[in-house]
């Protein structure tokens, strides 16, 4: 079953598929880093208020499996999640590799698909929305 959240004026229930890759696609995942970037993840996305669902590293991907809230653009968290996982990243596993442009982990881009709500029953839903009001005004009426 859904675990819907909500806020002040929504109530939502937003999953997205996030693939982030390391930059120039290096096999840079492996060893204590691989046990401990999830851990690093994690903490982030507590600390940005997204609930990381699932994950699972590989030497040269991450999968990831994030309810973002919808104040919150994909784009956004994203950034933030890439921005600071590389400075940790490299403060505690590259310790002062990093070039004279910054600590540069992630490649630029990443790769995102919902995991939202059956589409047929949202097209169902939208089909018969309009049978539904018309229902309900006759009620009304009656009344």
């Known amino acids: 079953m859904r675990e ?16 982030i890759v390391p930059k120039y696609r290096k096999k840079a995942i492996y060893g204590v880093l691989r046990k401990d970037i999830g851990g690093i993840l994690k903490d982030l996305c507590n600390q940005f208020g997204i609930e990381l ?4 590293a590989v030497s040269d991907h991450i999968h990831m499996c ?16 890439k921005g600071k ?4 990243i490299h403060r505690d596993y590259i310790k002062g590799k990093g070039n004279a442009k910054g600590f540069h982990f992630w ?3 990443y790769c995102v698909s919902t995991a939202g709500l059956d589409e047929g029953k949202v097209r ?5 929305q309009e049978e ?3 229902r309900q005004e006759e ?3 009656d009344d």
């Open 124 to 128: 169902e839903y939208i089909r018969n």
């Open 139 to 141: 009620l009304d009426l």
């Open 4 to 19: 819907w959240q909500s806020q002040t004026h929504v109530r939502w229930y937003c999953r997205y598929h996030v693939v």
């Open 53 to 56: 669902v699932e994950g699972h």
């Open 85 to 88: 996982s590389a400075v940790r």
């Open 107 to 109: 490649s630029t881009g």
């Open 132 to 134: 539904t009001e018309r």
């Open 66 to 81: 994030l309810s973002i809230p919808p104040k919150h653009s994909v784009a956004y968290t994203i950034g933030r999640l």
